[in-house]
Nanobody, 121 residues
Framework: QVHLVESGGDLVQAGGSLKLSCAAS????????MGWYRQAPGKQRELVAV???????NYADSVKGRFTISRDDAKNTMTLQMNSLKPEDTAVYYC???????????????WGQGTQVTVSS
């Protein structure tokens, strides 16, 4: 069994910073792509940033230059450094990972439970 657990969500003023973390645990053989997604009230879940196993990154236009995604494969963790936060960044942020499980050798897509980020104006 595999679990993804996010942490770091909080209430912050506009212009502030937060760092989100995602920890993967369980029967993990390897982790391929990882990413952060967010869902604001009344809106669809949207991609924030993704990072490949090789370290290539891609960001939503709305967060380019403000957010930085990174990963530590030795620890099976991923982070999202968020700077210059805006009220429109308010959402539940979800961790996503495509990983190969040890038991079956198959690749599956996993999601965390989400962490709330609220940016006040």
């Amino acid at each position: 069994q595999v679990h993804l657990v996010e942490s770091g969500g909080d209430l912050v003023q506009a212009g502030g910073s937060l760092k989100l973390s995602c920890a993967a645990s369980g029967s993990i053989f390897s982790i391929n792509g990882m990413g952060w997604y967010r869902q604001a009230p009344g809106k669809q879940r949207e991609l924030v940033a993704v990072i490949t196993s090789g370290g290539s990154t891609n960001y939503a236009d709305s967060v380019k230059g403000r957010f930085t995604i990174s990963r530590d494969d030795a620890k099976n963790t991923m982070t999202l450094q968020m700077n210059s936060l805006k009220p429109e960044d308010t959402a539940v942020y979800y961790c996503n990972a495509d990983l190969v499980v040890t038991d079956t050798g198959y690749e599956y897509d996993y999601w965390g439970q989400g962490t709330q980020v609220t940016v006040s104006s």
